[in-house]
């Protein structure tokens, strides 16, 4: 079993920043490919970021590529996802997910967080 549990969501202005931060405990992290993900309210569950093992690679949603970076520590057990230049498309609950699989998908995720609300005001 994986717990994970996200944290720096909030409220910003159009054009701010946040720091999405995922703790990870239970199975050992080095070992699980790491996703953010993001859903609309009456919409489906959608890809944002993912990043391989160690780090060495990561996949990112057309719609955030140049403006969002995901990262992880492994020493710390934790994965960020750095959201600059947001608008309000970007608005939506953020959940970390962890598998065994470098996708976009969320069906190739065995474990998720409760996820943390983003609010981007325009």
């Known amino acids: 079993q994986v717990q994970l549990v996200e944290s720096g969501g909030g409220l910003v202005q159009a054009g701010g920043s946040l720091r999405l931060s995922c703790a990870a405990s239970?199975?050992?992290?080095?070992?699980?490919?790491m996703g953010w993900f993001r859903q609309a309210p009456g919409e489906e569950r959608k890809f944002v970021a993912a990043?391989?093992?160690?780090?060495?690679?990561?996949y990112v949603a057309n719609s955030v590529k140049g403006r969002f970076t995901i990262s992880r520590d492994n020493a710390k057990i934790a994965v960020t996802l750095q959201m600059n230049s947001l608008n309000a498309e970007d608005t939506g609950v953020y959940y970390c997910?962890?598998?065994?699989?470098?996708?976009?998908?969320?069906?190739?995720?065995?474990?998720w967080g409760q996820g943390t609300q983003v609010t981007v005001s325009s």
């Open positions: 997910a962890a598998g065994g699989i470098l996708h976009s998908t969320p069906a190739r995720y065995d474990y």
């Open positions: 239970g199975r050992t992290f080095s070992n699980l490919v």
């Open positions: 990043i391989s093992y160690n780090g060495g690679n990561t």
